[in-house]
C-alpha cells in the first residue's frame, strides 16, 4: 500500500435551504448553546437526502452524507455523479473554500485547486501579477515562482495579455492560466473541477497530457470531476461515484462508469425503446437491444468491430423488412448507413405474430475516441416504412477504431460512405512495401 495523500473521514455538509445559517435567530441560538454545553448539534439529525429531483419537505439538506475514503499519493481519482451529486462541494471542502459540517479531512501536503472560472484570482491585476500571487498564497518564493512563469505563460499561451488585467479576459484564456499556474507551482495535490470543459479542443488535450505527466512522471495526486467519460477513462486510475451526496461506488474506473451509466438508466428509465418514434399500425414493438443492452447508453469496447442489433414485437400481417442503422457523431453527422436490403437487396419477412429479428453489424473502421449517435429503422426498402426510432442511444467509443481516417465504401457488410476505401488501403500497404 502507498502512501496516503488525502483521507475523508465522514464528511458531511448540510445546508439550510434558502437561508444562511439555520435560517433564524433562534435556531443560532439553539445550536451555539448547544456548542456551548459541549452537546451535539440538535439540527445535524435534521435532513433530507440530496435528491434535487424531489420538491424539499423540509427546511434542511445534506448535500455530502458519511463520505469516507483514502487517496494514495500519485493516484488519479476520477469524482462523477450527476449534476448536484456533490462532486463539488467535496472539492470545495477539500480546497477549504468551506468546511464540512462534520467529519475531517487529512491532507499530506499543498493543495492547488482549479474550481470554477476565475478562482482564485483578483480581476483587477494581471496575469503576471495574479501568477505570483497564487504562488505566495501556496508558500512559494518570488525566485521560485520567477524559475516557473516563463513555462506557465506559454503552456496557457497568452503572452501577449499577461500584462493586461484578467478582468479583460475570456472565460477560456481565464481557465487556460487558472490550470496553468495550478499544474505548474508544483503541488503535492491538484485538484480540478469541470471548467476544463470551458477550454478549446486543442488546451483540453494539453491540460490532460499535463495531469497524466503531474501523476505519473512527478507522482503527485489528482482529483478530477468531468461529466466526459471518455476523459475520465483515460486520465484516472481510480474512480469515485456520488449519488445525492453519498459515495455509492469507489474502485476501478471502468467499473465505476459501468455503475455510474446503470445507476443513470435505472433511475430516468432510459430505454432505446423509448426512443422508437413511430410504428406502422399493424406493429407493436416490445423490446430492442443494441450492443448487448436495452439501455440507451453503453460502452463500444476498444477495437470492437460489431454491433449485434435485437428487435422483439408483434405483427398483425406479414411484414417483408430490412434494418437500417445510421451511426452519427454527436453533431448528428452521418459516419456510415447500415442497410442490407437497400444496399444489396437482401430483403427478409415474417408471417404474422410474434418475432424477433437479430443482425450482427460490423462497425465502420472511421470511429474514433468519444461519443456516437444511432439511428435504428425497420423498412421495406423503397416501399415503405415499418418503425423510426432517431437518436435511440447514445454510445461511447473507448479507443480508436483500426482503420481510422480511412474512407469507405459499400461491401459485404452492408456499409456505406465514402468512396475508394479498398484502393486507398491497398495503396497505402503498396507504399509500405516499397519504402521497406
Known sequence: ????????????????????????????????????????????????????????????????????????????????????????????????VTSPTMGCIRVRGRIASLLEVGTGFHPEMTGRENIYMNGSIMGMTKVEITRKLDEIVAFAGIEKYIDTPVK???????????????????????????????GDAEFQRKAVGKMQDVAKGEGRTVLFVSHNMAAVRSLCTKGMLLENGMMTFMGSVPDTINHYLEATDAVQGSKILDNVKWTKHTLKIVGIEINGTECSYSVIKSHQRKLEVKIKGYTDEKMIYDVM??????????????????????????????????????????????IIKVDLNLHHPMVEWLMKAPDCCTMECEGMQMGFGKPLNMHDSGLIGLDNYTECHHSEMHLRKVEE
Request: charged content about 25%; aromatic content about 6%; some cysteine.
Open 325 to 370: 442503422l445510421v451511426i452519427k457523431n454527436k453533431d448528428d453527422i452521418p459516419y456510415a448507413s447500415y442497410s442490407l436490403g437497400h444496399n444489396m437487396g437482401d430483403i427478409h419477412s415474417c408471417e404474422a405474430g410474434e418475432f424477433c429479428i437479430s443482425r450482427m453489424i460490423e462497425l465502420p473502421p472511421i470511429l474514433n475516441k468519444g
Open 1 to 96: 500500500m502507498g502512501r496516503i495523500a488525502i483521507e475523508f473521514e465522514n464528511i458531511s455538509k448540510q445546508y439550510a435551504l434558502g437561508n444562511i445559517g439555520t435560517g433564524t435567530l433562534s435556531r443560532d441560538l439553539n445550536r451555539w448553546w448547544a456548542h456551548v454545553r459541549g452537546k451535539e448539534d440538535p439540527y445535524l439529525r435534521i435532513g433530507e437526502v440530496n435528491d434535487r429531483a424531489k420538491k424539499a419537505a423540509g427546511d434542511f439538506v445534506w448535500a455530502l452524507k458519511d463520505v469516507c475514503c483514502k487517496v494514495e499519493q500519485g493516484e488519479v481519482l476520477g469524482i462523477i455523479g450527476k449534476n448536484g451529486a456533490g462532486k463539488s462541494t467535496l472539492l470545495k471542502i477539500l480546497s477549504r
Open 168 to 198: 479583460r479576459y475570456s472565460s477560456g484564456m481565464t481557465v487556460r492560466l487558472g490550470f496553468a499556474i495550478a499544474a505548474h507551482l508544483e503541488p503535492e495535490i491538484l485538484v480540478v473541477d469541470e471548467v476544463l470543459a470551458v
